[in-house]
Each structure stands twice: as structure tokens, then as C-alpha cells.
């Protein structure tokens, strides 16, 4: 769990707003039980183990908690992205985002269904269907536990997409107010939405016909992070939403295509998963092409706007929409950084993953280049983000060797996703 307590200062992705008031998510203290969930040598992480540490804690690793005039600062800070000439210019672009965006849809008709991917009743009938569902039962048998329970995390969280329109819709400028708007804006929530909709359904057919997975158990996490919802610091904003979406799409490719290579023919020898999540990794490509040239537009006409947004959200980490995750058994707080070591361990994505993502972001966005144009705040946001994928490389470094230490003494960590077999971490 070493490298887990790193990570957890960076953010994990696995492709995509807050927990109603009251509710217990992980971003609040667990509850008694919860952090005395397992026994029997199953490490049970103290309720300090959570998914969100301040700004402060993740860069200087201080313990204490945020001051009010720091938060109300925060608040102000990414607020002012909602004055009416920052708006103006989200307006103004409608008939860029019309030509060089709308494009990386696809037309329903030219469009890959879940039924290509695994199969279909109708089309082979009952003798073929059956048959066809033996084989690959039989290929699924052979991945391992960390690659399933790495898939289930995928999986789960393309399937909390309810929570990812509505998360977009409360970007001021580029909703889809009324759920119909016929703007370029509100057009591309929509087709990207439904391209989306189908990575879970796959992903979850795929599941139930492979019997490797306890389905209901699985579906009661979806349940669940759909009802305890996420977040991503600067809730309107459209320049620190699109620094987020950008930066997920891309880390979900990564995760979905990492998980392919695994589980395929140079892994585990299931070539229908990899099949399934190539493509799914494909689709995340071409949607983190649409929102990475968004935000390469607005650092081209607000680059100062533009990279302050990236160093605010870069601050505060890009944590994955699981950041709630939660199976019933461990807090959630405390099942996100497990998944975080299990993904890691098994490398469908890694803190290595995260700082390559940065890296090509702030290539991408010409970062380092910036230079006229600028506030003395935003040449220090420049200077913050070109700093921080070698902060990251050497905590890399260290969590490695911590790593490598605690190889000696594994823990055993309990999925009820996989009918309560354990994991080693």
C-alpha cells in the first residue's frame, strides 16, 4: 500500500460534482465501522486514509487543515472565471467549437454497438450464442483477479455516466439548459454522452456473461457512486471543467488500453476483453482530442485565464470520478486508495501514467512557451506547472522503493467484486 499513499496526493484516473449534504462519501471522515471493516489480516486503513487532502497537504504534505480565508480565496479565485468577459469568450467560440470539434463525433450509423463486441442471441441463435458464450467463459478464466477487479474500477465508473452530463451542464456559458438546446455547445454534451453510454454497457455485458464477477455486488457500487456523486474543485467554471475532462479522457484511454494489452494475447489471452477495451480506449482518444482542443483554443485566446485554471485544478490533483468508489465492505475514502494499489501493482494505470499525462498536456498547450500575455500570477502558475511532473518523478522514485519494501510483507485486501477473494498489495 506504500505507493498508494503517494499516488493519493497526485490523483487517480480510471473515462468523468458533490454528495448531497448529510450523506457520508469519501470525502468525510468514515464512519466507526468503516474503518474497522476487516480483520483476520486484512489491513483495515485508519479513517486519516482519504480521498481528497487540501491543497496544502498535497504540497507541502502538512497534516493540518485548510484556514478559512484560504478556502474563501479558493472560492474567489475560481469565481471570477464567471465574470461576463470571461463568459464572453466561452460565447464567441460557438462556431469554432461547430467546425473543429462537433466533427470528432461519430453518426449513429457509423458507430460500433456493445452488441458487436459480445455476443448477440439474434444473431447467432441459441446453439451459436451458447457455444460462443462457452468460449469465452473459457478465455476469461485465465485473467487474474487484479485485472478484474482493475476492469470492474473501469467499468464502474463509465457506468456512473448520469453523473457526468450534469456535471458539464452546470458549466456556465456551455450547457445544455433546457436539454435540447440546439447550440454547437449543448449538441456535443449530447453526442458525447451517448458515445459514452455504451463503454459501461459493454463493459458490463461482457461481465455478466464471463462469470468471473459478482454482478450484484458490482452493480450496488455503481449504485452507489452514482448516488454519492464527485467532484472537481471549480463546479461552473468551463476553464477549470475542460482542464479536468481533458485530462480524464486521457487517463482513461490509458487505463482502458493498458487494460487491453494485459488481457490480451500477450497477457491473459483474452482476446474479446482487449477487443472490448481497445475499442472503448479508441472512443476515449477521440473525445480527449475534442476537449484538449477546446482548452488548447482558450490558451490561445486567454492564455492567462487559461493556465491559472490549470495550475488551481493541477493543485488540488485530478482525482478520478471514483474517487467515491465504494463496495459496501471498506470506506470509500479507504477503497479508493486500494483500487489506486491494486491498479498500480497490476499497471493498468500508475503514478507514472498520471505524470505522462501532464507532461503532454503541458506540451500540448504550449505551457512552457507562454509568455506575453501574462500576469505575475499567471507566469507563476507557468512556472508551478513546469515544475511539477519532476516533484512527481521523484516521489515516483521514492514510492517505488517503498514498494519495494513492502513487496516482503503483502497485505491481503478482500473484493467482494470477485466474491470476496483477496488481493495482495
Not at 497477457?267 to 474479446?272: R, V
Request: hydrophobic fraction near 40%; proline fraction near 6%; glycine fraction near 8%.
Amino acid at each position: 500500500m506504500a505507493l498508494a499513499a503517494t499516488f493519493s496526493r497526485f490523483g487517480y484516473p480510471s473515462c468523468k460534482p458533490n454528495a448531497p449534504a448529510g450523506r457520508y462519501c469519501c470525502y468525510h471522515k468514515p464512519p466507526p465501522k468503516a474503518a474497522a471493516a476487516a480483520g483476520n489480516g486484512v489491513l483495515s486503513l485508519s479513517s486519516s486514509w482519504r480521498c481528497r487532502s487540501t491543497p496544502r497537504e498535497i504540497m507541502a504534505g502538512a497534516g493540518r487543515r485548510p484556514e478559512k480565508k484560504d478556502v474563501a480565496d479558493e472560492e474567489e479565485e475560481w469565481r471570477s472565471y464567471l465574470a461576463p468577459e470571461r463568459l464572453e469568450v466561452l460565447r464567441q467560440l460557438e462556431p469554432w467549437v461547430e467546425e473543429h470539434v462537433l466533427p470528432l463525433l461519430k453518426p449513429v450509423e457509423a458507430s460500433w454497438q456493445p452488441s458487436d463486441l459480445v455476443p448477440d442471441p439474434a444473431a447467432l441463435g441459441s446453439d451459436g450464442f451458447h457455444a460462443a458464450c462457452l468460449d469465452l467463459r473459457a478465455a476469461a478464466a485465465g485473467v487474474p483477479d487484479e485485472l478484474l477487479v482493475c476492469l470492474v474500477a473501469n467499468m464502474v465508473t463509465e457506468e456512473a455516466l448520469p453523473t457526468y452530463p450534469s456535471g458539464l451542464n452546470r458549466f456556465e456559458v456551455v450547457r445544455d439548459a433546457t436539454g435540447t438546446d440546439t447550440t454547437a455547445w449543448a449538441r456535443w454534451i449530447r453526442g458525447w454522452s451517448a458515445e459514452e453510454n455504451r463503454h459501461g454497457d459493454v463493459l458490463n455485458r461482457y461481465m455478466h456473461l464471463s462469470g468471473r464477477f459478482d454482478m450484484r455486488e458490482v452493480e450496488r457500487t455503481v449504485q452507489r457512486l452514482i448516488r454519492d456523486g464527485m467532484t472537481i474543485h471549480a463546479h461552473a467554471s468551463p476553464f477549470h471543467g475542460f482542464v479536468y475532462v481533458s485530462f480524464q479522457e486521457r487517463a482513461t484511454a490509458i487505463a482502458h488500453g493498458n487494460t487491453g494489452r494485459l488481457v490480451g494475447a500477450r497477457g491473459a489471452g483474452d482476446a474479446a476483453l482487449a477487443r472490448i477495451c481497445g475499442t472503448v480506449a479508441a472512443d476515449e482518444k477521440r473525445h480527449e482530442a475534442a476537449y484538449s482542443r477546446i482548452m488548447g483554443k482558450l490558451f490561445e485566446v486567454e492564455p492567462d485565464a487559461a493556465v491559472r485554471a490549470m495550475a488551481y485544478m493541477m493543485r488540488r490533483r485530478i482525482d478520478m470520478p471514483t474517487a467515491c468508489i465504494n463496495d459496501g465492505r471498506h470506506g470509500a475514502g479507504d477503497f479508493y486508495a486500494r483500487i489506486i494499489a491494486i491498479a498500480e501493482k497490476a499497471g493498468t494505470y500508475t503514478l507514472s501514467d498520471y505524470r505522462c499525462i501532464l507532461e503532454h498536456l503541458i506540451g500540448q498547450w504550449g505551457v512552457k512557451e507562454l509568455a506575453t500575455g501574462l500576469s505575475g500570477e499567471g507566469r507563476r502558475a507557468r512556472d508551478y506547472l513546469c515544475a511539477l511532473p519532476n516533484r512527481i518523478e521523484r516521489m515516483e522514485e521514492k514510492a517505488h522503493d517503498r514498494a519495494t519494501k513492502a513487496q516482503k510483507k503483502p497485505t491481503r485486501i478482500p473484493i467482494n467484486w470477485i466474491f470476496g477473494r483477496t488481493i495482495s498489495v
